[in-house]
């Protein structure tokens, strides 16, 4: 598992995130996030993504998408970036959406650091 210097949480592991998703979480914005994988010859690549996102053409609002093509595949996983998996979860627990939480903050080298102070 990769890891991340996240500034709220130092070093710990990653999700795969989408953009939107990643702004989601930064913003503190009403969205739902969904656990997701694609699959491709049988190997799984998880990555989280906002339920009904699309992606290089392939929608995502199941647990599992398969993948036949190896070029969609590569498209799709450019299209992710490593975040934090404690600020993901923190974001998820909190309703998907984080309703009356403090906004997020963003340090000067532009890390995502949401919730401050409610991360532990």
Not at 44 to 53: A, M, N, Q, S, W
Not at 71 to 89: A, H
């Amino acid at each position: 598992m990769p890891l991340l210097n996240c500034t709220q949480h130092g070093w710990s592991g990653t999700e795969s995130v989408s953009n939107r998703t990643a702004n989601a979480i930064k913003k503190n914005t009403l969205e739902k996030i969904l656990y997701s994988s694609i699959v491709f010859e049988e190997i799984e690549f998880p990555l989280v993504v906002i339920e009904g996102e699309t992606i290089y053409d392939i929608t995502f609002s199941s647990s599992q998408i398969k993948i036949e093509d190896e070029s969609t595949l590569n498209n799709i996983l450019e299209k992710l970036k490593p975040m934090c998996y404690k600020c993901v979860e923190i974001y998820r627990e909190a309703g998907n959406g984080l309703q009356g939480l403090e906004s997020s903050t963003e340090n000067p080298n532009g890390d995502i650091n949401p919730l401050a102070q409610k991360a532990n």
